[in-house]
């Protein structure tokens, strides 16, 4: 099992940054993917960034140039830097650790909370 706890949400004014962290504990070695997604309310979940294990990342197109996705291997940790955010930003935000596709492990957080006031 593979647990995953987000913090680092909050309230934050139109052109205003946030770092979210993602700390992952458990029994990671399958694990080679990392993902955060949100969810707007009445809205489907998407994803915002992913980054593998090679360190290979990808962004939507709805937040690419303003986000950014790291990770610090030796604490378990993957971040998402947030700048210049919009109040369509707001949502929970949740991060997401899965395994090679044939080992179906897919793990979710509970989510932290980013409002974006305008």
């Known amino acids: 099992q593979v647990q995953l706890v987000e913090s680092g949400g909050g309230l934050v004014q139109s052109g205003g940054s946030l770092r979210l962290s993602c700390a992952a504990s458990?029994?990671?070695?399958?694990?080679?993917?990392m993902a955060w997604y949100r969810q707007a309310p009445g809205s489907r979940r998407e994803q915002v960034a992913s980054?593998?294990?090679?360190?290979?990342?990808h962004y939507s197109a709805f937040v690419k140039g303003r986000f950014t996705i790291s990770r610090d291997s030796a604490k378990n940790t993957v971040y998402l830097q947030m700048n210049n955010l919009e109040p369509e930003d707001t949502g929970v935000y949740y991060c997401?650790?899965?395994?090679?596709?044939?080992?179906?492990?897919?793990?979710w957080g509970r989510g932290t909370q980013v409002t974006v006031s305008s």
């Open positions: 458990g029994r990671l070695s399958n694990i080679n993917f």
């Open positions: 997401n650790a899965e395994s090679p596709p044939g080992d179906h492990e897919v793990y």
């Open positions: 980054i593998t294990e090679s360190g290979y990342t």
